[in-house]
């Protein structure tokens, strides 16, 4: 029999069976008469607690207890037949156990991926990320079927949400498994997943890949710190650390769970104040996921006992809860990073016997202030509706080779703001000369500040069909 360090387990114990092994159809109460036990005369800061060995396994399993000081009563409940004692937890072992592994992956950093930096291209158009990384983010731009893919990877012992403009297609959130081999995190990675909605996110050492449709390609992302996770992985871990022979598996009804993060984040929280709630909610979670019916394997039932000891003992959370803040503050720096998506047309681009320019500017009325190449600010010269604006344009044309003979052009131009919102678009209705743009029937105004996308497909006569696609920011 495997006993922690935490626990003092003694004689007096007690062996339950049925007939054929059989187990219960329901909880069985256990009560332990400790009157004439000198161990339990005056248990100081211990807490007794009533553990259990069940067949074939090597470690005990704690459950929870309820202890009558004055008549030197132990009760628990049990659904499940073994072998049963009364016991005395060490509150600082199992704190000490629980915070020594929880702040072990603190200092771990990730080295430098050798995708960082690198470009994108998809079809005529080259992608680059600006910046190319930040100070707790490897990021990755990757051509992949057609579209855009963006990996972004933690550098950092903190986690972090992913917002991104347009919203992504698809996203595959990787909690790390290096540091925590021996723990199945499918709890971990349900309770974010109800938790972020369209968003994504990078757990501590974790990674995501953001997946873009073909007409929908990444524009900006914003990446938020969220504290919180690093308590929430620090728990998870903890508890490993008290059972390390019990493999960790799913939390039943973990939508019920995600509290345990709102929690977290307040427990993360300079002065502290919702470590007390963190405490409840992670023992609320236990209660729902027990009565949900769901848990009905020994293993998921062993999962809420192991996380039971940390509410019975006390100030076990919250003791969790400051060291982990306290660790992780020096690595609290800049709280939001915004990184750009940025477009270039590979002007010219062959498509096979034309190439195609295309092109941003503002107009020459003074209405928009150019900045630099496609970037733009909004004039203080003319409002309309009691707004001021930018008026902006594009042109476009083609190079065909000499003696070629493609015929004439149709143009079609769809300009994109913040989000993939379409807010112009210009189609001619039959074909002409190969070119367009730059007049005032196309001039088109912009309010609001935002990185706008010209895409451009130009129909040939008797050529191939040309697309090219070129981005733009506006400033206030």
Known sequence: ???????????????????????????????????????????????????????????????????????????????????????????????????????????????????????????????????????????????????????????????????????????????????????????????????????SYVAPEGSTTLDYAPDLPPQRLTLQLDPGMSLLRSLFLGVQALHPSIPFGAVDDAAACTKILDAAREAMEPTGVGAGNFHREVFDCLSLSLESGEATTKEAKFDASRLSILTMVPDALTALAANVRGAVAPFLGQGTYTVNVRTSQNAPVAASNATVNLSTKVTDNGWGVELGPNHFRVSDLMKRNGRYFADTNYEWSINRPDGSDLGYCQGHVRILGPGGVEVARYDQTGFDQCRGGGTWGTNTRIFDAGTYTVNLEILMEKGPTLTASQQFVVDQ
């Open 1 to 199: 029999m495997q006993v922690e360090d935490f626990l003092d387990v003694g004689g007096g114990g007690v062996a339950l069976t049925y007939a054929d092994d059989a187990q219960p159809d329901g909880s069985l109460g256990l009560s332990f008469d400790l009157s004439q036990d000198p161990r339990f005369a005056n248990v100081g800061e211990s807490v007794p607690a009533v553990v259990a060995l069940s067949e074939g396994d090597a470690q005990v399993e704690v459950l929870e207890s309820t202890w009558d000081a004055s008549s030197r009563t132990l009760t628990a409940t049990t659904d499940h037949l073994s072998k049963f004692w009364p016991a005395l937890l060490d509150p600082k072992a199992v704190t000490d156990r629980v915070s020594g592994a929880a702040l072990g992956f603190l200092q771990q950093a990730s080295p430098r991926p050798d995708c960082v930096g690198r470009t994108a291209e998809v079809g005529t158009t080259t992608y680059s990320l600006d910046p190319p990384f930040t100070a707790e983010h490897w990021l990755c731009l990757r051509e992949n079927a057609g579209a855009v893919s963006i990996d972004v990877i933690s550098n950092s012992p903190n986690g972090w949400t992913v917002q991104s403009t347009p919203a992504f297609s698809a996203h595959h959130p990787v909690v790390d498994r290096s540091l925590t081999g021996l723990i199945d995190l499918a709890a971990f990675e349900t309770v974010f997943a109800n938790a972020y909605g369209d968003g």
